[in-house]
């Protein structure tokens, strides 16, 4: 999440805090205003369709055409079709499902508890979080509907209508971004990630020519460093790359994000620079330059030694600068440099829909359960109310359960303010001042379309605030697009704010008081899983079988990204929780995030590595060398097995730290070498910072 604060400030500068904080996450940058206008513009032209034409669920036809805009046209028809599947699975089972439990009201019960069980394991359990969520969101708004006393042809329909709906706003989004893709020439992660090198680029030359940089410098650093790198991360997920250049971009973004953050600690020490500290910021400015060159021609970098300072500095954090720099140098040339057609894309693999230990890890259910419970809680609440008007506290269970307590608070916090923002405050003064004046669609078109343009602005912010922007938009459309003209009653509104809170208050029930899970505690076993998962790549391969072998560690290299992805989440959700341990969560945090680049830029040599020891066409190694290897590498898996066994027992190593380097006999490739002394040295340069950091108090 960048360098924002790791405690809350004095109470006297929180607003200030919180105000500056709001102009970071809401600042344009390249590509925002065009991602919103194609946003807007699928969201609106959805909407002047189902009301046009009077389809049913019309809000979700709008609201499903603003969600699924994505940066380029391959990852939107990607997760159009993850949208309209899991739609489609949803109608099925929701179809079959009406055939069993019509005119059973006691079935129809039992089926929704089930349901709704099914419903939270598989956004739990899925690989495809898309098509799962999906599935689940279709079912958790049809629920409602079916308790209604209508015949089972009206059910049936509505169904139909809902799955409907919902792909015309898929089909529509994917149309609007077929035409802006003729026009695009830029890749979004390419400016980003060049933006902020450049920055940093700047900054440091500023300071190794004139001992200082001017106040917008470091203003611009402080910004990328308060805005974090989760947008970033979200344009990898969505670009559609080859699995090994998600994962080289993966460790690219980690290592710009700290980078970033160290630049900007800066600003608030000592800025004195002697000479020798200038020469060594120029060697590491040249480093910079050469990557963001790389970056934009797309060639592999030739990189120059970073210049050998003295031990000390007057700099504070020069050390962290070049050993970053230099991590970030690994990252580009194996990605550019290695051939990625030597290993079969995912799309070429049969690949499981559960994700790994889905049906062996007791979580997933323990998820599942304190989801159907929040969820029934609601469920019961309003039927027994005979208040349908909340049935969206359901809703809200499903789209704030997450697997961690801070997490969670996080997106009930960003849910309840959507729904007074985008409720009482937009769809109540809508309702008063602007719809009696409107009476026709073009000026309602005109309403909706600036309210959506509002809710996708704040909706491609950071994942700090961009789920407020989904939630303005849902309570909004909730209310005007519920039925096929203006909506004048004012209950509307209430019943969709008092059903979040309702739901709010049984995600509480359910999530902080059974199986609770500190969000720090979950951070350090996920981070330990990464180290042990990386041991286990670094033993591959195990089978003799060479598809056997690729197969097996593509499982462990997905695995192990996974991780790399939650340990980030769960850094953001750590900062929502509070109580007597939050100073010892934050030193986890801390910690954490600072050996994460590292041992994610040990994963992408490793997988480079992996290539000699597999035998790929271009990585053959003699016999001798080759067996030197295997032995080389089942030292450093036991390593890494240390390592992890001191970070979970939170305990240094009880007898000196012992350092495992290859010295090889023979002749072999310079590149090899290279390479493994690098890995060589990253390993035993982080074990030792592992250890000497131990305990965290």
């Known amino acids: 999440m960048g360098a924002i604060a790791q405690t809350l400030p004095a109470a006297g500068g929180r607003l200030a805090w919180f105000w500056q904080f709001l102009k970071n996450e809401l600042a344009p940058y390249r590509g ?14 959805a909407m002047i369709i189902a009301m046009t034409f009077k389809i049913p669920y019309a809000a979700y036809a709008a609201l499903f055409a603003l969600n699924i805009s994505r940066e380029n046209l391959q990852a939107t028809a990607g997760a159009t079709r993850a949208f309209i599947v899991g739609s489609v699975l949803a109608g099925l089972y929701l179809e079959v499902s009406l055939m069993l439990i019509s005119g059973n009201d006691m079935l129809r019960f039992v089926w929704v508890g089930v349901t709704l069980f099914l419903v939270f394991y598989a ?28 015949s089972s042809e009206a059910k049936v329909e509505t169904t139909l209508w809902a799955v409907g709906a919902i792909s015309i706003g898929s089909l529509t989004s994917l149309a609007v971004e077929v035409v802006f893709a003729a026009f695009r020439r830029t890749d979004d992660l390419t400016v980003a990630l060049n933006d902020r090198l450049l920055r940093v680029e700047e900054l440091l030359n500023s300071i190794a020519e004139h001992g200082s940089a001017p106040d917008a410098a470091w203003s611009a650093i402080e910004r990328f460093a308060s805005v974090g790198t989760s947008r970033l991360r979200r344009l990898v997920q969505r670009a559609g790359y080859h699995p090994q250049r998600e994962q080289h971009m993966g460790g690219a973004i980690a290592l710009v994000g700290r980078l970033v953050d160290i630049v900007a600690s800066i600003s608030q020490l000592s800025r004195t620079v002697s000479a020798d500290d200038r020469e060594r910021i120029r060697s590491a400015t040249a480093g910079i330059a050469e990557m963001r060159r790389a970056l934009a021609s797309r060639t592999a970098p030739s990189f120059s030694p970073l210049a050998a300072g003295a031990a000390s500095s007057d700099l504070p954090l020069l050390a962290e600068i070049e050993t970053t720099v230099k991590l970030l140098q690994d990252v580009f040339t194996g990605a550019q440099t290695l051939p990625i057609s030597t290993l079969a894309p995912r799309s070429a693999r049969l690949t499981s829909p559960l994700v790994p230990g889905a049906l062996s890890n007791p979580e997933h259910v323990k998820f599942a359960l304190r989801g159907c419970l929040a969820a029934m809680l609601c469920y019961i609440t309003y039927n027994a109310l005979f208040w349908p008007g909340i049935a969206t506290s359901v809703v809200t269970c499903l789209l704030t359960a997450l697997t961690t307590v801070g997490a969670s608070h996080q997106k009930q916090l960003l849910r309840f303010a959507g729904a007074l923002i985008g409720g009482f405050i937009i769809g109540f003064g809508a309702q008063v001042f602007i719809l009696p004046n409107i009476d026709s669609i073009a000026g309602f078109a005109v309403l909706f379309a600036s309210v959506a343009a509002l809710a996708a602005w704040i909706a491609t912010s950071s994942a700090r605030l961009s789920y407020l922007g989904v939630q303005i938009a849902v309570a909004f459309y909730l209310i005007n697009l519920q039925e096929f003209k203006f909506q004048t009653s004012l209950a509307v509104a209430r019943d969709r704010v008092v059903g979040v809170f309702v739901g709010l208050a049984a995600m509480w029930i359910a999530y902080d008081l059974l199986w609770t899970s500190p969000a720090a505690a979950d951070m350090r ?41 939650k340990i980030r989440a769960l850094a953001d959700g750590v900062l929502f929780e509070f109580g007597a341990t939050r100073r010892h969560d934050m030193a986890v945090r801390s910690r954490l995030r600072e050996w994460q680049p590292q041992l994610q830029t040990l994963f992408l040599m490793r997988i480079t590595s992996l290539k000699y ?5 271009g990585f053959e190694l003699p016999a001798p060398v080759l ?30 730290l012992a350092k495992v380097s290859l010295s090889l006999a023979g002749p072999q490739p310079q590149s090899f070498q290279t390479l493994i002394r690098g890995i060589d040295d990253l390993r035993n340069s982080l074990a030792a910072k592992i250890a000497s950091e131990l305990p965290i108090q």
């Open 32 to 45: 925002r205003t065009a991602l919103v206008a194609r946003m807007v513009l699928a969201s609106t032209l």
């Open 123 to 150: 956004i739990s359990a899925f690989s495809s979080y898309t098509e799962s969520a999906r599935f689940a969101y279709l079912t958790v708004i049809i629920i409602p509907f079916i308790d209604r006393h209508v």
């Open 627 to 656: 067996r030197e290897l295997e032995e080389h590498d089942q030292r450093s898996a036991q390593l890494l097995e240390q390592m992890a066994d001191w970070v979970e027992r939170n305990q240094p190593p009880s007898e000196p």
């Open 525 to 565: 076993r996920t981070f330990v899983s990464a180290i042990r998962l990386l041991a286990e790549l670094v033993r591959e391969p195990v089978s003799p079988d060479l598809n056997t072998a690729i197969e097996s560690t593509y499982a462990i290299r997905e695995q192990i990204d996974g991780q790399f992805v």
């Open 613 to 617: 020891r597999l035998r790929l066409p």
